[in-house]
């Protein structure tokens, strides 16, 4: 199971960073790729960043490059989106959830359980 450590929405201010966090539970994530995915309102869903099994690589969608970045901590088995400069255009639902391939394309995995997401809103 993937659990987030925050609940419900969160709100930012333009230029602002914000840090999500998503606990693993029943497995090691260190021995799995992770990923990070958003839904903007009206919009499909797209891949954010994604990070190898054994971090042997990472991928970032080029409107967040420079800006986010995505770890581990393996011994709390917990892995992070660390966002900054956050900009409007990066209000949406975000969700973690394992990802068999990490590639340049970050794509959407097949069989994730995508869960309630954590709305995360950039406004002044």
């Known amino acids: 199971q993937l659990q987030f450590v925050e609940s419900g929405g969160v709100s930012v201010q333009p230029g602002g960073s914000l840090r999500l966090s998503c606990a693993a539970s029943?497995?090691?994530?260190?021995?799995?790729?992770i990923g990070w995915f958003r839904q903007a309102s009206g919009k499909v869903r797209e891949g954010v960043s994604c990070?190898?099994?054994?971090?042997?690589?990472?991928h970032y969608a080029d409107s967040v490059k420079g800006r986010f970045t995505i770890s581990r901590d393996n011994a709390k088995n917990t892995f992070y989106l660390q966002m900054s400069d956050l900009k409007p255009e990066d209000t949406a639902v975000y969700y973690c959830?394992?990802?068999?391939?990490?590639?340049?394309?970050?794509?959407?995995?097949?069989?994730?359980?995508w869960g309630r997401g954590i709305q995360v809103t950039v406004s002044s």
């Open positions: 029943g497995f090691n994530l260190n021995y799995y790729g």
């Open positions: 959830a394992v990802a068999p391939l990490c590639i340049a394309t970050i794509p959407i995995p097949k069989s994730a359980s």
């Open positions: 990070i190898s099994r054994l971090d042997t690589a990472t």
